[in-house]
């Protein structure tokens, strides 16, 4: 069992709530039921490993264990402490508050299980509507306070940059270095890193999530160094690619291409612009330059109280971008057995375009 964490201090969600009980109105439903961790943090500020929400057109009832029950009521939460099993006990309380009506629930998060338990606990007089992301649609457009979480989260990384600049890459081991970036951001507060650092110096560089080994950096190459950060509960992204020594006309050529591609497809990032549209002016780009083949990930993802989430900006990518979302937008160029290039900047969709949020210098940096 984890100890409970910190009561966290109150965020004015009300605002969420509101687009939640739009998205329920529209959809004739007499409640929702919010299971997504991040989600029910998004709607309640609580932070919780077993909570679920149930949001109906005048209540947000918060069904969570004795050890959240603290950090709920802090929050001024209405709350349902569950007692035995979450999903009975959901499933009683979910019941009485959508009683003759449609309750909207997220299949995805139950296991089979559970979602037999939950419902041998609703009342005859509830149907159940099957709705998975009611709330992660609504997360995608950020509010200003996320923002500036976000963009405190990318804040840091430019200073991590600019250490890995400062310190030298060559002959140090990818580890050491990942380590060195992961104490810099979370001696300048980082909460925690918003996924694993990847370094990967020479041919390491042709494997897009390769993970920092214990083998000296070798020089004469391109490294990536893709990192991120937490704050308040936000994630960044970033990637870099720095020159040690001499890399080499292939490779240059390769780190030329990935900027103009990523330069190119971040003027594309707009309201109103398609992620398929904007993932094909840089694989366009890398394309006729003969390396197609050598780019073979998505172009960029959203990024939020999840490092990977909607909306997606890649071939098959069906979204349409709005102001207030945030997006990587990170092309790449990997050659096998020689080595790899990625150029990621952590951008929010503006009214006018774009407002950037990483800011160290595309420019390849020999270190
Ligand atoms: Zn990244
Ligand atoms: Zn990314």
Redesign the pocket.
């Known amino acids: 069992m984890n100890p409970p964490p910190p009561i966290a201090s109150p965020v004015d969600t009300s605002h969420r709530v509101e687009r939640v009980r739009d998205a329920i109105a529209s959809n004739g439903w007499a409640g929702l039921v919010v299971l997504d961790a991040a989600d029910v943090r998004w709607l309640t500020g609580l932070d919780s490993s077993n909570a679920a929400v149930v949001v109906t057109p005048d209540r947000t009832v918060v069904a969570t264990d004795f050890r959240y029950v603290a950090a709920a009521e802090a929050l001024g939460l209405e709350v349902a402490r569950i007692e035995q099993s979450m999903w009975q006990d959901l499933g009683r309380v979910a019941g009485g508050l959508a009683a003759g009506g449609s309750l909207a629930y997220p299949p995805a998060g139950l296991s089979h299980r559970a979602f037999l338990q939950f419902t041998d606990a609703l009342p005859d007089s509830v149907s159940l509507r099957a709705a998975d992301g009611v709330v992660a649609k609504l997360r995608v457009i950020k509010d200003a306070a996320e923002i500036a979480h976000v963009r405190a989260a990318a804040q840091l990384l430019d200073g991590a940059y600019a250490l890995v600049a400062e310190m030298g890459l060559e002959g140090r081991t990818e580890a050491e270095v990942a380590w060195a970036i992961e104490r810099n951001l979370r001696e300048r507060g980082a909460s925690a890193l918003s996924f694993e650092s990847i370094v990967a110096g020479g041919e390491h560089g042709a494997r897009p999530h390769h993970s920092p080994t214990d083998t000296a950096i070798p020089t004469d190459t391109l490294v990536t160094v893709?990192i991120g950060c937490v704050v308040d509960g936000y994630c960044s992204?970033c990637?870099r690619t720095f020159a040690v020594g001499d890399p080499g006309p292939e490779l240059r050529e390769a780190y030329d291409l990935t900027l103009r591609a990523q330069v190119a497809s971040l003027d594309a990032v707009r309201p109103g612009a398609h992620g398929r549209d904007i993932d094909a002016v840089a694989r366009d780009l890398i394309a006729a330059e003969g390396h197609g083949d050598h780019f073979g990930h998505g172009l960029?993802?959203g990024?939020g109280m999840e490092?990977h989430e909607a909306p997606r900006l890649s071939r098959t990518s069906e979204d349409v971008l709005e102001v207030g979302m945030v997006v990587?937008v990170?092309p790449g160029v990997y050659l096998p057995g020689i080595g790899g290039v990625r150029i990621?900047d952590l951008v929010v969709v503006t009214q006018d375009g774009n407002e950037v949020l990483t800011h160290f210098t595309k420019e390849l940096v020999t270190a």
């Open positions: 893709d992204d990637t960029g993802h990024v490092i990587t990170e990621e």
